[in-house]
């Protein structure tokens, strides 16, 4: 079975600052690793996913993560966030061995951007 | 393409009644997954369909249920509501059922349980 754990429930940060979202995961396979975005009264939209090769991944809006397999984790960062990178965040693995649509999601991290 | 649709966007029950809601996918996705997010248990998955059958299932209780039609689109059903059951219901769909693919979201149907 797989679990994901996003370490911060809330991260608050001032505009232009960096930002990262910390995302650990356990797995007794190998995964595949996605993060989405949630804003209010909105459906998930997916900000990037790691499936193999580079361990660095660069997805929409700037963000970017990295996938440590030693340490289990897939942290997400931005260099320099914007106002409206005020959001939900989640992070999600599903099996990487079967064909499946199941994900498997974190509890979230709500990302504060202040002016 | 347009995205994966839901409806209704919000609806309200009271305990006891039952509701079905409506989920269509992408023009060509054939997979179709549903999740129930709440405050408390966060984002859970209820169970994928691909190609009309149900191919996984979460640990949710058989009050839960669910089908897809031969285009695709899907339809969950929660009997014998309770007011555990108020929580936002996203579907996802994708093409064909891949663990590589990307899942696309609905923006979901916000269901109250009064």
């Known amino acids: 079975a797989q679990s994901v754990t996003q370490l911060d429930s809330q991260v608050p940060v001032f505009e232009e600052a960096p930002v990262e979202l910390r995302c650990n995961y356990s797995s007794s396979v190998s995964v595949y690793l996605f993060w989405y975005v949630q804003y209010p009264n909105q459906g998930l939209q997916l900000l990037l996913k790691y499936l193999s090769g580079s361990t660095l991944v660069k997805g929409i809006n700037g963000f970017e993560a990295e996938f440590n397999k030693s340490q289990t984790s897939f942290h997400l960062r931005k260099p320099s966030v914007h106002i409206s990178d005020t959001a939900e965040y989640f992070c999600?693995?599903?099996?990487?061995?079967?064909?499946?649509?199941?994900?498997?999601f974190g509890q979230g991290t709500t990302l504060q951007v202040k002016p | 393409k347009a995205g994966v649709t839901q409806t209704p966007r919000y609806l309200i029950k009271t305990r006891g009644q039952q509701v079905t809601l409506s989920c269509s996918p992408i023009?060509?996705?054939?997979?179709v997954s549903w999740y129930q997010q709440t405050p408390g248990q966060g984002l859970q998955f209820l169970f994928e369909y691909f190609s009309e059958t149900q191919r996984n299932k979460g640990n949710f209780p058989g009050r839960f249920s669910g089908r897809q039609f031969s285009n695709s689109r899907s339809e969950m059903n929660v009997s014998t509501l309770e007011l555990g059951d108020s929580a936002l219901y996203l579907c996802?769909?994708?093409?064909?059922?891949?663990?590589?693919?990307?899942?696309?979201f609905g923006p979901g149907t916000r269901l109250t349980v009064l």
């Open positions: 023009s060509g996705h054939r997979s």
């Open positions: 996802a769909s994708s093409p064909p059922g891949l663990s590589t693919d990307t899942q696309y």
């Open positions: 999600a693995v599903t099996p990487g061995s079967s064909n499946t649509g199941k994900l498997i």
